[in-house]
């Protein structure tokens, strides 16, 4: 079968599963219809040498039905190489191995009396003798090749092609976090506005850092590239004269698509005075559920142990166990009182006897929370749990619990310990009780998540929400880089779309969207305008940030560390993904970036990162087990 046959089949299976879900319209294409259909294909599989690839990009860079076309087929591609990935490992185990090879030795010895009983009967049929004996090698040879598992080998979409003796990669884990397939570009002159949640949790990467670690790659559909972004910490300018929010923007070229502009928006809230720290008041909630397993239970212990020591006398906290009863372990004590150190030093002992009366435990929590309230304090509750909870049918009930009683001056944040926490909805039940939400796998990211429980629990702004309005004049289509990857039941676009949030001291959050400009677009035009709506919690007064970005027509190497590493993260989670059809190549041009911009706010985060993607690389390399 011919290259441009095999594309085109491929092409007409990507639009018959994508476009219509009955039978495909019979249709006789053209001749030139089919030539353009078959160099879309190439384009989107990484067929075309450079020069090729960007002259077709050229001709489609104005045409969003052409554009969303390649996207479709990418797609496509992606899953036909995941269902092939998903096998199981088809290596037999060696007591299995043993009994085949045995059995295929059998065989072979009942051929070979049989030809010689055949031989000495008819001995005038000797001539057969080198064709019978050649059967006896070839049936030799295929003992070893018949027990062999199979190998993954070739390049491209064809990368997962199984071929015999295949040898499975490492399995990736099973984990429904959110969708999989990146949507297509949203033209701008059908969707001009949208409007960006400033919250964002980074669950995503601690469980791609928690993978890699044990060398394995995540499932595609739990890497959430806009929460590998926001894990780390921009260079954003705080807020001026006054006001709570600020809002920043930088515009370059995208190093993974030629002619198409990258846009980096950072959102900063207003730090908190540098004075003492508040004092704080913290309220644990423990899942003491018959689930909970017991090797969580010293790294929670040790968290706590290590935020005791960060307390001092004018700080409280109380502990709340949550079993089939709701158990007040320990009232509101000072941290360093005889009662707060044993019962901290108990909780490795809980007894894990039962369902969790948690709906109860979060009600109590509220009540303790507001006994031993502090003005301006870092008043808080914590909830530590294996997430467990939305298979027990209790997330709604949490929910409504937490909408119930929520509090201005306390917040709720989640400390998910195990890969369960990932999977359930803990990290919109931080979102509505105004908290974060933490995945914690090490000491190092429990000692970060308690560090962050110190900080002030008041907002500094309420009913945030952050539009971004795309000029259809000089913008022909974008696409909202990690948010395109959701069900456009999820996407807020449109000029009626609202998402308004609570922003607490020094929120930081950054969005990327990836611009394809108008053909007649020019340097130092208008592209978009960002504007900021919230209601300043200290005035009470509503307030809007406003500003209209021009695309200078900057190179994305002479941006800002800030962009590129951003950059770096998207390029890496789409590597992660399979949309990138660069395969192992994504992965070395975002370790080069990432590594060229690592000097930063977050530069010790930033070098661990460099550490992750190499691994990374290895992992999905032809050939690796595990290692």
């Known amino acids: 079968m011919s290259a441009t046959s095999c594309t085109w089949r491929l092409q007409r299976f990507a639009n018959d599963s994508a476009e219509r879900p009955g039978p495909p319209e019979r249709r006789i294409m053209t001749a030139p219809e089919t030539d353009r259909q078959a160099r879309l294909t190439a384009l989107a599989l990484g067929e075309l040498d450079e020069a090729t690839a960007r002259r077709v990009e050229a001709e489609i860079a104005g045409d969003p039905a052409a554009r969303n076309e390649v996207e479709r087929i990418r797609q496509t591609a992606h899953l036909l190489g995941d269902a092939l990935r998903s096998d199981p490992d088809p290596a037999p185990n060696p007591q299995l ?142 807020p001026r004269d006054g006001r709570a929010v600020n ?46 397993s017991p090797d969580r239970l010293p790294l929670m212990v040790r968290a706590m142990r290590a935020l005791q020591n960060d307390l001092d006398q004018d700080d ?60 301006d304090g870092a008043n808080r509750i914590v909830l530590v749990t294996d997430g467990d909870v939305e298979r027990a049918g209790s997330l709604r009930r949490w929910l409504r619990v937490v ?29 509505r009780g105004g908290g974060r939400y933490f995945f914690v796998d090490s000491v190092a990211e429990s000692q970060r998540a308690m560090s962050r429980l110190l900080t002030p629990s008041a907002p500094i702004a309420e009913e945030v929400h952050l539009r971004v309005r795309f000029h259809r004049r000089t913008v022909s289509a974008y696409r909202w880089i990690g948010y395109d990857r959701r069900p456009s039941s999820e996407r807020p676009f449109g000029a009626d779309a609202v ?27 208008a592209m978009l305008t960002v504007e900021v709506a919230y209601r300043d919690t200290a005035t009470g007064q509503h307030e809007r940030v406003k500003q209209t970005v021009v695309d200078g027509g900057g190179a994305f190497e002479s941006s800002s560390s800030d962009l590129r590493f951003a950059a770096a993260l998207a390029m890496f989670g789409r590597t992660l993904i399979g949309v990138d059809p660069e395969g192992l190549t994504g992965y070395d041009r975002a370790l080069a970036i990432a590594g060229s911009a690592a000097a930063g706010a977050d530069e010790t985060a930033r070098r661990q990162l460099l550490d992750m993607i190499r691994v990374a690389r290895r992992l999905q390399e032809p050939g690796t087990v595990g290692r």
């Open 247 to 292: 809002a920043s923007v930088e515009v370059a070229s995208c190093p993974w698509q030629s002619g198409h502009r990258l846009v980096r928006i950072g959102v900063r809230g207003r730090p908190a005075p540098e004075t003492t720290r508040p004092p704080a008041r913290i309220v644990f909630v423990i899942d003491a559920r018959s689930s909970a």
């Open 316 to 375: 409280r906290i109380a502990i709340i166990t949550a079993g089939e009863e709701s158990t007040l372990l320990l009232p509101s004590s000072a941290p360093t009182d005889p009662a707060a150190v044993m019962a901290v030093g108990s909780l490795g002992r809980i007894a894990r006897n039962g369902p969790a009366s948690t709906k109860t435990g979060i009600r109590d929590a509220y009540v303790a929370a507001r006994d031993q309230r502090a003005d």
């Open 499 to 525: 998402l308004s949030a609570s922003m607490p001291p020094d929120h930081r959050f950054t969005a990327l969207f990836e611009v394809v400009p108008q053909t007649s677009a020019r340097v130092g035009d």
């Open 97 to 238: 191995r043993r009994a085949v090879e045995q059995e295929l030795q059998r065989r072979r010895g009942l051929q070979s009396l049989w030809i010689l009983l055949f031989l000495r009967r008819h001995a005038q049929a000797a001539v057969l003798l080198l064709t019978l004996s050649l059967i006896l090698v070839v049936s030799s040879m295929t003992i070893a090749h018949r027990i062999a598992p199979d190998v993954a080998v070739g390049k491209g979409i064809f990368k997962a092609t199984l071929f015999p003796r295949r040898l499975a990669g490492p399995r990736p884990l099973i984990d429904p976090v959110g969708a999989t397939a990146t949507a297509p570009f949203l033209a701008a002159r059908e969707h001009p506005s949208c409007v960006v949640p400033i919250e964002v949790t980074d669950a995503s990467f601690a469980l791609l850092r928690h993978q890699l670690r044990r060398r394995r790659l995540p499932a595609p559909a739990a890497v959430q590239v806009e929460q590998l972004v926001n894990h780390f910490r921009y260079d954003d300018p705080a």
């Open 403 to 431: 909408e119930a009683n929520r509090d201005q001056d306390i917040a709720l944040s989640v400390l998910g310990f195990g890969i369960g926490s990932l999977s359930s909805g803990l990290g919109e039940l931080a979102d």
